[in-house]
Nanobody, 119 residues
Framework: QVQLVESGGGLVQAGGSLRLSCSAS????????MGWFRQAPGKEREFVAG???????SYADSVKGRFTISRDNAKNTLYLQLNSLKPEDTAVYYCSADRKTISQHSDYWGQGTQVTVSS
């Protein structure tokens, strides 16, 4: 089993930045695909960014050029750098891990961290 714990969320003004972290425990996730999803109030959970175990990244169009996903396998930790934040980025951000591919049906999920962007 893999346990995922997100941190780094908070309240920030539009245009600001945050760095989210996702710490994994239980087993090493160096060979897992990992990613970030988010869910805004009244909306479905959506994909934000993903990274394969060899470091290939992918992003939702809405965050390309503003968000950067990275991982530190030595620390068993996933990161998401959020820059140029907009009010529409307000959501609970979830970390996920999967043995194969990140999706809405990923194997493991964290509890989420709230990101609120004020205008």
């Amino acid at each position: 089993q893999v346990q995922l714990v997100e941190s780094g969320g908070g309240l920030v003004q539009a245009g600001g930045s945050l760095r989210l972290s996702c710490s994994a425990s239980g087993r090493t996730v160096s060979r897992y695909a990992m990613g970030w999803f988010r869910q805004a109030p009244g909306k479905e959970r959506e994909f934000v960014a993903g990274i394969t175990w060899i470091g290939v990244t992918s992003y939702a169009d809405s965050v390309k050029g503003r968000f950067t996903i990275s991982r530190d396998n030595a620390k068993n930790t996933l990161y998401l750098q959020l820059n140029s934040l907009k009010p529409e980025d307000t959501a609970v951000y979830y970390c996920s891990a999967d043995r194969k591919t990140i999706s809405q049906h990923s194997d493991y999920w964290g509890q989420g961290t709230q990101v609120t962007v004020s205008s």
